[in-house]
């Protein structure tokens, strides 16, 4: 099951995709990592999806990575006593801690953590930014805001609070029962939602630990201050545009867009975009211009992965989607344009022996026109450092840790295999040859280049370079 591009695709299940036909029609559409979003269904839900996920594994031999996504701590006001209000631009609205309906220029907001962190001047952003406020003066259980932008609000609406920074954890006690849950299941991937500080990210590790790798969504204004430190804690990164669009300018989401890509790559960070990329194809069997744009862009930037969302997860036409998404990547891969854009947003990266000899294979495996580069690696990071580079040569990930091969399944340009551990030379050579051959990727009298560590089985030690004819 070699796929013909290099950028992966994440597909969102829902709906209208957990039959576990529809799940194997996905993946033969193309699809790289599904992910479960624990924003929405039951633990039973999610665990047959999972299961039916690991059965294609089985049948097709192919590593498939499954990716949690937390919920995160959402702020909302409370009930209104007709159900909805009508807020006028440049009312005073009074939010207070009473749980009692409110009304007449009062909503109930009971999140004591807002109360304590909010200040004038701060933005008030209800049901997705529609409705505009701008807090005037604090209590300390209640705060005045003037409303800037009007519209109608009603129960439970969601609140996003920009220019606040709100001492509160990323994981909320569902997140918590969630995630145990996940990890028992054996997600690949956990997604930890609204981090706004490093701490958040050291938060969610001291939970994970090892168990699954560690994706931080970058969907708060506070995040951006300080991602460079949150890059380096992370595993993986995704840049949540829907919520990151609501609380900056919506035209700042593409510079930052740049900014994340190109921050994770010189880290060597895998980073999807996400969000709204072929929104309309939710209800139409064909996306617009701009949205086929908008993933051709992310492919240009570098980025190692593109995700649909609701466009798989509940949306009339979640295969056709997919098979759209993947036809854009490849055409936009092949366009004369790509190469010379993607090494114009490279930077360098890291000092170090691990990242030179990456660097030093992939400028080899594109002198001598290899027919693939083969990776050994344990931990990951070894086909990370490579798929860093962004070649024009296919990497094929080679590991004896399933979890390993099933997060390399995110890594941009990596074809990941399981394999047999290997404790010698030839046991390299022989392993390196056969998976060419047998995954499709070089044919007898090509060249590949091999990339280990040693000693074998030592996970951070790559440093050892062959080329191999086969």
Same mark, same amino acid.
């Given at each position: 099951?070699?796929?013909?591009?290099?950028?992966?695709?994440?597909?969102?299940?829902?709906?209208?995709?957990?039959?576990?036909?529809?799940?194997?029609?996905?993946?033969?559409?193309?699809?790289?990592?599904?992910?479960?979003?624990?924003?929405?269904?039951?633990?039973?839900?999610?665990?047959?999806?999972?299961?039916?996920?690991?059965?294609?594994?089985?049948?097709?031999?192919?590593?498939?990575?499954?990716?949690?996504?937390?919920?995160?701590?959402?702020?909302?006001?409370?009930?209104?006593?007709?159900?909805?209000?009508?807020?006028?631009?440049?009312? #005073?609205?009074?939010? $207070? &801690?009473?749980?009692? *309906?409110? @009304?007449?220029?009062? !909503?109930?907001?009971?999140?004591?953590? /807002?109360?304590?962190?909010?200040?004038?001047?701060?933005?008030?952003?209800?049901?997705?930014?529609?409705?505009?406020?701008?807090?005037?003066?604090?209590?300390?259980?209640?705060?005045?805001?003037?409303?800037?932008?009007?519209?109608?609000?009603?129960?439970?609406?969601?609140?996003?609070?920009?220019?606040?920074?709100?001492?509160?954890?990323?994981?909320?006690?569902?997140?918590?029962?969630?995630?145990?849950?996940?990890?028992?299941?054996?997600?690949?991937?956990?997604?930890?939602?609204?981090?706004?500080?490093?701490?958040?990210?050291?938060?969610?590790?001291?939970?994970?630990?090892?168990?699954?790798?560690?994706?931080?969504?970058?969907?708060?204004?506070?995040?951006?201050?300080?991602?460079?430190?949150? #890059?380096?804690?992370? $595993? &993986?990164?995704?840049? *949540?545009? @829907?919520?990151?669009? !609501?609380?900056?300018?919506?035209?700042? /989401?593409?510079?930052?867009?740049?900014?994340?890509?190109?921050?994770?790559?010189?880290?060597?960070?895998?980073?999807?975009?996400?969000?709204?990329?072929?929104?309309?194809?939710?209800?139409?069997?064909?996306?617009?211009?701009?949205?086929?744009?908008?993933?051709?862009?992310?492919?240009?930037?570098?980025?190692?992965?593109?995700?649909?969302?609701?466009?798989?997860?509940?949306?009339?036409?979640?295969?056709?989607?997919?098979?759209?998404?993947?036809?854009?990547?490849?055409?936009?891969?092949?366009?004369?344009?790509?190469?010379?854009?993607?090494?114009?947003?490279?930077?360098?990266?890291?000092?170090?022996?691990?990242?030179?000899?990456?660097?030093?294979?992939?400028?080899?495996?594109?002198?001598?026109?290899?027919?693939?580069?083969?990776?050994?690696?344990?931990?990951?990071?070894?086909?990370?450092?490579?798929?860093?580079?962004?070649?024009?040569?296919?990497?094929?990930?080679?590991?004896?840790?399933?979890?390993?091969?099933?997060?390399?399944?995110?890594?941009?340009?990596?074809?990941?295999?399981?394999?047999?551990?290997?404790?010698?030379?030839?046991?390299?050579?022989?392993?390196?040859?056969?998976?060419?051959?047998?995954?499709?990727?070089?044919?007898?009298?090509?060249?590949?280049?091999?990339?280990?560590?040693?000693?074998?089985?030592?996970?951070?030690?790559?440093?050892?370079?062959?080329?191999?004819?086969?």
């Amino acid at each position: 099951m070699r796929r013909d591009r290099r950028a992966k695709i994440v597909a969102t299940l829902g709906p209208a995709s957990s039959d576990p036909t529809r799940i194997r029609q996905l993946f033969d559409a193309g699809v790289d990592v599904f992910r479960l979003n624990f924003s929405h269904g039951v633990h039973e839900d999610h665990a047959a999806r999972f299961h039916a996920i690991r059965a294609i594994e089985r049948e097709v031999g192919r590593p498939i990575a499954v990716l949690q996504d937390l919920q995160g701590p959402k702020i909302r006001i409370g009930t209104l006593a007709r159900g909805k209000e009508m807020l006028e631009p440049g009312v #005073v609205v009074r939010f $207070d &801690s009473d749980a009692g *309906a409110g @009304g007449n220029g009062r !909503v109930p907001l009971l999140h004591p953590e /807002v109360h304590a962190a909010i200040a004038p001047r701060h933005q008030l952003l209800i049901n997705d930014g529609q409705v505009r406020l701008e807090v005037v003066s604090c209590g300390t259980s209640h705060f005045d805001a003037r409303v800037v932008v009007g519209g109608e609000i009603s129960d439970r609406k969601g609140v996003n609070l920009p220019d606040t920074l709100l001492q509160l954890s990323p994981i909320t006690p569902k997140d918590r029962a969630d995630l145990e849950f996940g990890l028992a299941l054996g997600v690949d991937l956990v997604a930890l939602s609204f981090v706004q500080q490093p701490s958040d990210v050291l938060e969610g590790r001291s939970l994970i630990g090892d168990r699954a790798g560690l994706m931080v969504k970058i969907e708060k204004p506070a995040a951006l201050k300080r991602i460079r430190e949150i #890059v380096q804690l992370a $595993d &993986s990164v995704m840049v *949540a545009r @829907g919520d990151l669009g !609501v609380e900056i300018p919506a035209e700042h /989401v593409p510079g930052w867009q740049k900014d994340i890509v190109r921050e994770c790559r010189t880290a060597g960070k895998p980073v999807i975009i996400a969000t709204q990329m072929l929104e309309s194809m939710i209800n139409s069997p064909t996306p617009t211009r701009a949205e086929a744009s908008d993933v051709a862009t992310g492919v240009f930037d570098g980025a190692d992965a593109v995700m649909l969302s609701a466009e798989s997860a509940s949306g009339r036409y979640p295969v056709e989607a997919v098979a759209m998404m993947d036809r854009i990547i490849a055409h936009t891969e092949s366009h004369g344009s790509y190469r010379p854009i993607l090494h114009a947003l490279e930077s360098s990266g890291e000092p170090t022996v691990a990242h030179a000899v990456a660097a030093s294979a992939t400028t080899l495996a594109a002198s001598i026109r290899a027919a693939a580069m083969v990776a050994f690696t344990d931990s990951g990071n070894t086909a990370t450092r490579v798929a860093r580079e962004r070649s024009r040569v296919p990497i094929v990930g080679v590991t004896p840790d399933e979890r390993t091969a099933r997060r390399m399944a995110l890594l941009w340009g990596v074809h990941s295999v399981k394999s047999a551990n290997i404790a010698s030379f030839a046991e390299m050579v022989e392993q390196a040859v056969r998976h060419a051959q047998e995954e499709g990727f070089a044919g007898k009298g090509q060249n590949i280049v091999v990339i280990a560590g040693i000693p074998f089985g030592q996970s951070g030690t790559t440093n050892n370079i062959r080329v191999l004819a086969v």
